[in-house]
Nanobody
């Protein structure tokens, strides 16, 4: 059993920054790729970023490239999403996710475990 707890969301003005965290507990050795997704009201959950176990392979959605940075600390079983230059269109519930296979993926169905979500609201 694997549990993901994500946190760090909040209300921020456009241009501001937030750092999300995702702590993995339980059978942590079974998690490889860590990812972040987001879901705005009335929209489907969409890919944001993902990182392989080693940190060598990283992918970003085009909409966040150059503004968001994904990272992980395997010793702390924690993944992070540093979000800079935030825009109102970044407003959503952000979810961390993990998959057992160490291949970076961008679709929700590829992920095995999910956090409960943390709200990010960017005001204009």
């Amino acid at each position: 059993q694997v549990q993901l707890v994500d946190s760090g969301g909040g209300l921020v003005q456009a241009g501001g920054s937030l750092r999300l965290s995702c702590v993995v507990s339980g059978r942590t050795f079974s998690t490889a790729v860590m990812g972040w997704f987001r879901q705005a009201p009335g929209k489907e959950r969409e890919f944001v970023a993902a990182i392989s176990r080693s940190g060598y392979n990283i992918m970003y959605a085009d909409s966040v490239k150059g503004r968001f940075t994904i990272s992980r600390d395997n010793a702390k079983n924690t993944a992070y999403l540093q979000m800079n230059s935030l825009k109102p269109e970044d407003t959503a519930v952000y979810y961390c996710a993990a998959r057992n296979t160490d291949i970076v993926a961008t679709t929700t169905r590829r992920y095995d475990y999910w956090g409960q979500g943390t709200q990010v609201t960017v005001s204009s």
